[in-house]
């Protein structure tokens, strides 16, 4: 049976980075349960047109948990209420009718709120081009299984890089710390033989900047890994500690 | 070196070493006070080895560093968290489901801190102080300053709470510390969480024995 639903929806507005904030409410009324949030907003932000007013900006674009470029948080959880999807893949039918729902930009340091739910996620961009490359030998298309790899490993490595990076880590911890995304990105290739020839430039690199842009410690909270919607494994952070701390040794 | 002091990793690498090594001596302390069920005689005798001979000295001192260090850097590092997680609080606050110690580290820590100070008003201050003032009131027969003490409800309670806040503290940190020195996998998470507990658990049963003991039998 169709669940139809009416709400309270209470939206943080802001016109620009430095300008202060504050949260809007708005009615809507007649929502099915097989609507998406990002297609509630979609009929919210029609409505606000319809009345003259200007649409509130939200990040969104594949609107199918693979992208990783929606974001906002929900009633006290990134990517709202349920585990182990994005908002885009959240359905109103987790909420109830007369709900009142709280939806705020991610908040931290490192992510300047750009216009209402929009927030800069450009420190993760400038992470991964800390980075660096890996080398990889062109020419002959390789046989396939030329490089032998344990399959825990290759398994390990997938899961790793299921990460979509859309800061639902960072949004979720008290510290702001970007450790669980930094440790899927630096783990998808520490465990595989083709990353390891950088391995150790690759760690140091990516948490020097890091830290460089304002991201916390992590205390080991576990939020990152409650929250992550690819169920992204705080065994990285635990990768990534030791790829550091064995590559500063070794210097 | 420099990457221990100013790299987030490094910082986390000094909390973790200096816990490690404060829980090692909340077990070689343990074991001290666990005499006193037994015998007093053999806890004075542990009291005058560890009076104010140059070695118990030199040894207080390495720990007292440690005490420092692990308290200085837990705020440091708290007060760096605070400025990134950024200005604005959420409205909705923050419903996920984490343990409760791993959120308030800081404030357990305060209330070990708290305790501490009245530990060492108690004890410290009395004993290998007053040896090394030259106080005529230097106290050597620790069990009798030990059995006082604990005949009082008062201060059985307060040490109770300040075991309670360092189990808190223990559950989380021990593991923890081992997570930040890179020794953590999918299989060794459960099992370093179940050491986590048991350590924090005989720690605070050990010590928690000794008022207890005293209370109900004199």
């Keep these: 049976?169709?669940?139809?639903?009416?709400?309270?929806?209470?939206?943080?507005?802001?016109?620009?980075?430095?300008?202060?904030?504050?949260?809007?409410?708005?009615?809507?009324?007649?929502?099915?349960?097989?609507?998406?949030?990002?297609?509630?907003?979609?009929?919210?932000?029609?409505?606000?047109?319809?009345?003259?007013?200007?649409?509130?900006?939200?990040?969104?674009?594949?609107?199918?948990?693979?992208?990783?470029?929606?974001?906002?948080?929900?009633?006290?959880?990134?990517?709202?209420?349920?585990?182990?999807?994005?908002?885009?893949?959240?359905?109103?039918?987790?909420?109830?009718?007369?709900?009142?729902?709280?939806?705020?930009?991610?908040?931290?340091?490192?992510?300047?709120?750009?216009?209402?739910?929009?927030?800069?996620?450009?420190?993760?961009?400038?992470?991964?081009?800390?980075?660096?490359?890996?080398?990889?030998?062109?020419?002959?298309?390789?046989?396939?299984?030329a490089i032998p790899i344990p399959k825990v490993d290759a398994d390990e490595a997938m899961d790793s890089a299921s990460c979509i990076g859309c800061g639902a880590c960072v949004a979720a911890c008290?510290?702001?710390?970007?450790?669980?995304?930094?440790?899927?990105?630096?783990?998808?290739?520490?465990?595989?033989?083709?990353?390891?020839?950088?391995?150790?430039?690759?760690?140091?690199?990516?948490?020097?900047?890091?830290?460089?842009?304002?991201?916390?410690?992590?205390?080991?909270?576990?939020?990152?890994?409650?929250?992550?919607?690819?169920?992204?494994?705080?065994?990285?952070i635990a990768r990534l500690n030791r790829e550091f701390l064995t590559a500063k040794f070794n210097d | 070196m420099y990457w221990l002091f100013n790299s987030s990793i490094g910082r986390k690498f000094i909390m973790s070493i200096s816990g490690i090594f404060l829980v090692l001596f909340l077990l070689f302390h343990l074991s001290m006070n666990l005499t006193l069920l037994f015998s007093t005689d053999a806890y004075d005798l542990i009291c005058e080895f560890l009076g104010a001979n140059w070695y118990a000295i030199v040894g207080t001192l390495v720990l007292a560093g440690g005490v420092i260090i692990h308290i200085g850097y837990g705020t440091w590092l708290t007060l760096l968290n605070k400025k990134a997680r950024g200005a604005e609080r959420y409205a909705s606050s923050n419903k996920t489901k984490t343990e409760w110690a791993a959120k308030n580290m800081w404030v357990l820590g305060f209330i070990i801190f708290l305790g501490l100070v009245i530990h060492f008003w108690n004890f410290w201050f009395n004993m290998q102080f007053a040896e090394l003032i030259h106080s005529p009131n230097a106290v050597t027969q620790g069990s009798e300053l030990v059995i006082a003490l604990f005949s009082q409800p008062l201060f059985v309670v307060i040490y109770l709470v300040w075991l309670v806040a360092l189990w808190?503290?223990?559950?989380?940190?021990?593991?923890?510390?081992?997570?930040?020195?890179?020794?953590?996998?999918?299989?060794?998470?459960?099992?370093?969480?179940?050491?986590?507990?048991?350590?924090?658990?005989?720690?605070?049963?050990?010590?928690?024995?000794?008022?207890?003991?005293?209370?109900?039998?004199?």
């Design chain 1, 174 to 236: 008290k510290n702001g710390s970007a450790m669980l995304f930094v440790s899927a990105k630096v783990s998808q290739l520490a465990l595989l033989p083709q990353g390891r020839i950088e391995a150790k430039a690759r760690v140091k690199a990516m948490i020097a900047k890091m830290d460089e842009l304002g991201f916390g410690n992590c205390t080991n909270t576990r939020a990152c890994e409650l929250e992550c919607p690819k169920g992204v494994s705080i065994s990285n």
């Design chain 2, 168 to 218: 808190f503290h223990l559950t989380h940190g021990v593991w923890s510390a081992f997570q930040t020195l890179g020794w953590n996998g999918k299989l060794w998470f459960s099992r370093l969480q179940v050491i986590a507990n048991i350590v924090a658990t005989v720690v605070m049963i050990g010590f928690a024995a000794v008022p207890l003991f005293f209370l109900i039998t004199k």
């Design chain 1, 1 to 145: 049976m169709e669940k139809i639903i009416n709400i309270t929806l209470k939206v943080w507005r802001q016109k620009g980075p430095k300008v202060k904030g504050d949260f809007e409410t708005h009615r809507l009324e007649g929502i099915s349960g097989d609507t998406s949030f990002l297609e509630m907003l979609d009929i919210l932000n029609e409505q606000l047109i319809h009345e003259g007013k200007e649409p509130i900006v939200f990040d969104n674009d594949c609107r199918e948990g693979i992208c990783g470029m929606c974001s906002l948080y929900i009633n006290g959880h990134p990517h709202g209420p349920d585990d182990l999807i994005t908002t885009c893949q959240l359905h109103m039918r987790h909420f109830n009718d007369g709900d009142t729902i709280t939806v705020e930009p991610w908040r931290s340091a490192a992510f300047p709120i750009v216009r209402d739910l929009m927030v800069d996620r450009y420190a993760f961009d400038k992470i991964i081009q800390a980075g660096g490359y890996t080398s990889v030998n062109t020419g002959g298309v390789p046989d396939a299984n």
